[in-house]
């Protein structure tokens, strides 16, 4: 495929996602760009340039993602507990009819789940001496965002994932199946959207950067 | 060698194609230039990325130009290797030619 100008959201993409990238890359892609006119050469590029920045941030940032492996294990860990109370309580007979029956249940496995990142957002913040109410306040609402883009991205692919799962595993219940696939295809997400939030709570690379060049003026 | 001054291969290579470039060296000309040489396309984001490591262990310098037109208004970026860049060169040469010398079989294509 092949264009005169480059394709206007992977230039807005560029210049929005590429954490780190200065005017120069951009400029050089432009420049470059007239000579191939080929949009798949720049998009390729660009999804490139913004890998490559997310990367480099992670590196900066390596504090948060220490902190967020961490808590994502003691996250899905107690989920793990509260799974097993409601598989108790439903052994039990503490059921409801729909809906409150499937309100119960995401309540019960969400809600815990929030409350422990949010006690993971604030400790992190109290651990790098930069606590406000402000900076929590972000983090719970980037928190928020990321979570229910996991949960939303889980509820549309499971039916389909556990369809296969279950043929591929026989012996084992889809209760189980089911457990297994939050307690383990989920770690990276979840790890990636903890991470995320912890970052959104602390000044970026190019907010010091900035902060920096304002001092020493 | 330790670690923070050791040179990896990709940024072996822009040392190399900084060196040849001398005072035209910026993204395009560096990108184009890897490209010809290694036969594959080249990610500019990786180019920038591998200078920035490089300009931190103060092997590599870089100035910016004046803003042009065709570029969408924004200005180039250039990039020179220091004196201390060239001497790592020079080391690095020295390492991979005294490892290639211990294996003859590999020069004449046996393996």
Redesign the interface.
Known sequence: MSLSKPPALATWMLEHL?LG????????????F?HRLSAG?YW??VL??????FT?EIGRQWRAAVFAFAWIIVSVNALHVVYQTYLTRHMLGWTSDWPQSIIFAMGLEISPLFLLWWFGLALYLLMMRSFTLARFARGVIVSVFCMLLMFGTYLLVRGTVIRHVVAAFPRHTTTWIEFEMIRFIFLTPAFLALLLSLCATLPTTAMRRAARIRNSK | MSSRSYLGEFELMVMLVLIRLGEDAYGVPIGRAIEESSGREVALGSVYAALERLEQKGFVSSSVGDPTPERGGRAKRYFRVTNAGLRQVRKTRQTLIGLWRGLPQLERGRI
């Open positions: 590429a990238s200065d005017d120069a890359l951009a400029g050089d892609l432009l420049e470059d007239d050469w390729r590029q490139m340039a913004i890998f490559v920045g480099k």
